[in-house]
């Protein structure tokens, strides 16, 4: 299993633009799941344009499979005095594979302050055995095996008595040092499968199809344990909407975000 330092250290300059071969330690399928393709457009702008200040927000479009060789291109469309935004265009040798946008903007007074978000009421990291995926040696190779989860509230998956399609899972990734913060959270906030398939009648295939997440506290690290919760609103011909958020062990929310998920079962 190589870890998301090793990854990203070989990140290499390719023109305009950074490549990497997609690793199959990382992937979901024949693709890399969707938070290892938003954290490696993450690292091009962090590589490519230097410091632009606080991530606020990101859009991810996934278009392709991200498999093989990749380049990640990163263009700024424009920066102001206090903020900045950024396209980012994923290949493959096949053709497009993903495009996201990123909103970086300075931190400003002012006399708006307010916080709705509160973590739910649950049995902190250490105070559960219940593994929400199937850990060790047991499982075949991919990302999930990059991070350790403790299912704390709702489903698991393919639980058709379960009241509502959601859970809220204690979630840390096993080898976080010398990875950048925001790309270590891009990566643990997208590790969990759709909520929607707690309502799965077996397993069957998923592909997410957009991503936004907007990022309310700035990390300074990525180790411990973070609460990941996601639960599907709405499912019907084939597309789940899905709600998610993510807090630290002090209850602080980190980031929330939507995504629409491709179903087939």
């Excluded at 998301?4 to 890399?32: H, K, M, N, P």
């Excluded at 704390?152 to 010398?178: K, N």
């Excluded at 592909?207 to 411990?224: E, K, M, N, P, Y």
């Excluded at 709405?234 to 995504?259: C, F, I, K, P, T």
Aim: glycine share 10%; hydrophobic share 45%; aromatic share 10%.
């Amino acid at each position: 299993m190589k870890s998301l330092r090793s990854i990203v250290e070989t990140f290499a300059a390719d023109g305009g633009a950074f490549a990497i071969d997609a690793d199959e330690d990382w992937a979901q399928g024949r693709t890399l799941y969707g938070g290892m393709t938003a954290a490696l457009a993450y690292e091009a702008v962090r590589r490519g344009l230097g410091d632009l200040g606080p991530l606020r927000s990101a859009q991810f479009t996934f278009i392709g499979p991200a498999a093989g060789r990749l380049r990640f291109t990163p263009t700024l469309l424009r920066k102001g005095r206090s903020s900045a935004l950024v396209g980012v265009e994923c290949a493959s040798e096949e053709g497009a594979a993903a495009r996201a946008t990123f909103v970086f903007a300075a931190a400003r007074e002012s006399k708006v302050a307010h916080d709705y978000l509160a973590m739910p009421k649950v049995a902190a990291p250490n105070d559960t055995a219940m593994s929400f995926r199937k850990e060790g040696g047991e499982t075949r190779r991919g990302f999930w095996n990059n991070f350790e989860t403790r299912l704390v509230a709702g489903g698991r998956l393919f639980d058709l008595d379960a009241p509502r399609p959601q859970f809220s899972v204690w979630t840390r990734m096993l080898e976080p040092d010398g990875v950048d913060p925001i790309t270590g959270m891009l990566a643990i906030a997208d590790c969990l499968p759709p909520a929607a398939m707690v309502h799965f009648p077996q397993p069957a295939p998923i592909s997410t199809v957009t991503w936004t997440v907007d990022v309310t506290r700035q990390l300074t690290t990525v180790a411990g344990w973070y609460l990941l919760h996601a639960t599907s609103d709405h499912s019907a011909d084939g597309y789940s909407m899905q709600s998610m958020a993510m807090w630290n062990e002090a209850g602080e929310v980190l980031a929330v975000g939507r995504q629409a998920v491709a179903i087939f079962a």
